[in-house]
């Protein structure tokens, strides 16, 4: 049987030779089979078809950075079980996915990252200078030629970020470190200063200029706080909309130097119950633990959604877990 080599298969089928790798470990090139330690295709081997979900492009605005515990991937899911509602409310606002993927033309959103609030403000009110700001910042990485000299910018940026005070550099500075940093995390460490470290990326593009003027046209009409979540739910009503989402129980929850605890999640119960009894719709996302299910085991629905995780590069381990969305309508 005549071979290919995996380099030579994805010049032939015009795809990435990664992908090529991740279709033979997934079993879907027939007789391909592994020769010290590459892999080698039947020469007549026909291209598998994709079965990859294709993600939609969407037309409207989209987070404009990357975030821990982020939405994007199901967003839909969680949209689609929301009612028709007066104002909407997200208190755990982080990258927005949520809130993106409704786009109502008022309501609050909020967050305790008083930075990243800061960040959505200066894009309401000066999308083209922050665009201006973030553009002189990714001009300065990119012409670097090294990767220590990248590293240094990183660092010497990342210092400068923590000692300022607010300005549009500063939120130009976050989007940087979002994009440049170790796989877009945000966490602060028991100073309050952003502490993670450099991401080694070669060529960075830390915004996308349409996309940023969507996101300023679209929360014209948002009011933004930053906040303890309560406090930003004060004034909803009856057929208002609180969609929260908070920091998970048993998962990464250090995005500010006070964490969220136990405690803090029966608290968040409390309010939702509170909310409940004035009227309004309230969905919550949490992880499907037994923790989350007694928490909230007085609700109407506890719905679970699953989310394709990845840890680390390879297509095996990839894995599907679920989380839930509690309803209490
Ligand atoms: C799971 S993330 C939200 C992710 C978001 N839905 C998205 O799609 O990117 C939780 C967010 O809650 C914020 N947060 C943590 N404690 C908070 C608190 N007590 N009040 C308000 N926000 C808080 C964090 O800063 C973080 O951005």
Known sequence: MELLSAKNAAIKWGISQRRVVVLCSEGRIPNAQIVGNS????????????????IEKKEGPRPFLKWAG???????????????????????????????????????????????????KHIKDQPEII???????????????????????????????????????????????????????YREN???????????????SIYDKDNILKVSKNIQGMNFMSGNYADAVKDAKAGD?????????????????QGFTDKNQEELHDLA???SKKGCYVAISNSNCSKTRNLYKDFKRIIEIPI????????????????VLILNY
């Open 39 to 54: 892999w080698v295709i039947p020469q007549d081997a026909t291209r598998p078809n994709d079965a990859r979900k294709k």
């Open 70 to 120: 982020g939405k994007s991937r199901i967003a839909k899911e969680v949209v689609k079980e929301f009612p028709d509602f007066n104002k909407y409310y997200e208190p755990f606002l982080g990258s927005g996915a949520v809130y993106f993927e409704v786009a109502p033309q008022n309501g609050v959103l909020n967050d305790l990252n008083t930075n990243l609030i800061t960040v959505y």
């Open 131 to 185: 665009i201006q700001e973030m553009d002189i910042i990714q001009k300065e990485y990119n012409k670097l030629e090294t990767d220590e000299e990248k590293e240094k910018l990183y660092y010497s940026l990342r210092d400068e970020y923590n000692k300022k005070e607010k300005s549009i550099r500063k939120s130009a500075l976050l989007v940087f470190l979002n994009k440049a940093g170790w796989n877009g995390m």
């Open 190 to 204: 028991s100073k309050g200063n952003f502490n993670i470290p450099f991401g080694k990326r070669k060529q960075l």
């Open 241 to 257: 909309l609180i969609y929260f989402d908070p920091p998970y129980f048993e998962t990464f929850s250090d995005y500010q130097k």
């Open 273 to 275: 119950i509170e909310l």
């Open 308 to 323: 394709t995780q990845t840890i680390g590069s390879k297509a095996s381990s990839r894995k599907v877990i679920t989380e």
